[in-house]
């Protein structure tokens, strides 16, 4: 147990002076810098167990020691390894800046769990730490009676931009922005930028890329890329520098942001009002972290899967899986039933119960592939009206030489084993429509859905599964029937 008297140390989170630590516990020596984070960076378990047993043992000082040169985005990551009560001890000892600089990194359940840890006066100090950006979306999670008091307690101007930003609609490029922005008149040269960055540089973004050029009116015309400017002369005119613009509204939706980084190769772009003002900027970070949550997001939709994170409880995760997996049972149930039609074929030929799954998950299978290719093109916008057809007959293709390829290797087998030539045929010509049927419905079901303005992540892999199920038994019992009675 540590034998420092609790009265003499102050957490991190107390609004009184912070004691400066003495030498003889400066815990955070090279050796546990290495053991810290793995050669993939993530952090190792050794480290994680070290800062367990420090909150266990109530030692805040040591817990100061491991965490203070840990970078925000790993004592983040740190969190999500912790139990709620350990993360309620760590969280006092953070300092406020670095406090601050963790909150925007970690995941939301999380985030909302230590915001009502903090007090709402240390918090207010701790945001003005951050570009506006980031301050609202930590702001946004607070609840109301908070997100009051927080708010009240900072100066006049970060309150205003946290504010304004949330004044936009949620994932649009107004929520997302950072207010902050070096923007220049179009008559000012590369001297007069450089000394106006040199003697306002508290007013300017923390990190910025491009110097936006504007006109009286403050519309953006163009902008100079600051290795552009410091490689230029002094008396030369931005007009003379400045490239076109990429401007994006404040009303975009996020993933259209991301396409245009993406497509246009953007480390910064302007954010207009719908006047065509400058009111903020976005950056490649911001960017990156759309793309993540985009990609996160459709990967556990196309598995039915609500947004869960490792701060989620067994209950929030039960009320999310468990509808899905309801509309799984109902279309397992409409191929059961296809099943019962054919019960009399079925009692005669024993061997197609043992070959039906067979067809069915062959045909799930390709369905999945064709849905999985659809939904990215779709997302990338590789795919549209103008090449839908193309991308239809091509996966037509695709499923029917995959069927000509697999259905005799399935068929042979069939016929040796079964010691009938007959059923090897039927499950061999049952697998090469089911291919078919499967790469119609994995191209045809989103290209519908994102006509019909739905996203087509949500509900395709369900009613593609159930499709290539229903007439997988359906064609393969229809044709035994036929060829076979």
Known sequence: MNNTDPADLKPGLSSGPQPEAPDIIDLHTDDEEHVALGDDYALTAGFVEKVVDAADDGDGMRLRGLLEDLHPADVADLMGFLTAEHRGVVVQWLPPELLAETLPEMDDGIREEVLERVPSGVLAEALQELDSDDAAAVVEDLEDDQRE???????????????????????????????????????????????HVRSDGEDLPELFFDIYVVDPFNHPIGSVAISRLLRSKRETPLSDLMEPVNEIAVDVDQEEVAYIFEKYHLISAPVVDAAGRLVGQLTVDDVVNI???????????????????????????????????????????LGAAVIAVFEGTIAEIVALAVLMPIVSAIGGNAGTQALTVTVRALATRELNSSNALRTFWRELTVGLLNGLILSPLVGIAAGLWFQDWRLGAVISAAMILNMLVAAIVGVVTPLTLSKLKFDPAVSSSVFVTATTDFFGFLIFLGLATLILL
Not at 155 to 168: F, M
């Open 291 to 333: 793309i993540q949550e985009e990609n996160r997001e459709d990967f556990m939709r196309l598995a039915g899967v609500a947004d869960e994170d490792r701060s989620s409880s067994v209950g929030e995760i039960v009320r999310s899986r468990v509808p899905w997996l309801g509309i799984n049972l109902f279309t397992a149930i």
């Open 149 to 195: 008091e927080v708010l009240a307690a900072m100066p006049e101007t970060d309150r205003a931009a946290i504010e304004s930003s949330l004044g936009y609609d949620e994932d649009t490029a107004g929520r997302l922005m950072q207010r902050e922005v070096m923007a220049a008149p179009q008559f000012w040269t590369v001297g007069d930028t450089i000394d």
